[in-house]
């Protein structure tokens, strides 16, 4: 099972950024999936979760309004849309399955996790 993440790079203040999640070796179509991120000196936090259908998310309120989280379930793929990113979303993010079919904020309920891709934004 492994869950590919990519599509971090850098990017300026106001512009965008959509990462990418590729899971293989079993399908999640019934599995929440979520984005969290680990900004440098700083412990994970949750960003976003979207259900099995795709029909409830949850953001943080620091994301809230600029990041968008959504599912091609036939492709198995997650996406995060970064929109109007700030510098303090520069960290490492990663996506991650849940074990339940509707996400939550709480990492302990995320099973499998991707290795991660570094997001710099710059002013």
């Known amino acids: 099972v492994q869950l590919q993440a990519s599509g971090g790079g850098l990017v300026q203040t106001g512009g965008s950024l959509r990462l990418s999640c590729l899971a293989s070796g079993r399908r999640f179509s019934n599995n929440a999936m979520g984005w969290f991120r680990q900004a440098p000196g700083k412990e994970r936090e949750f960003v976003a979760a979207?259900?099995?259908?795709?029909?409830?998310?949850l953001y943080s309120d620091s994301v809230k309004g600029r990041f968008t989280i959504s599912r091609d379930n036939a492709k198995n793929i997650v996406y995060l849309q970064m929109n109007s990113p700030k510098p303090e979303d520069t960290a490492v993010y990663y996506c991650?399955?849940?074990?339940?079919?509707?996400?939550?904020?709480?990492?302990?309920?995320?099973?499998?996790w991707g290795q991660g891709t570094l997001v710099t934004v710059s002013s």
């Open positions: 991650a399955a849940s074990i339940y079919s509707y996400g939550s904020s709480s990492q302990v309920d995320f099973r499998f």
């Open positions: 979207i259900s099995w259908r795709g029909d409830r998310v």
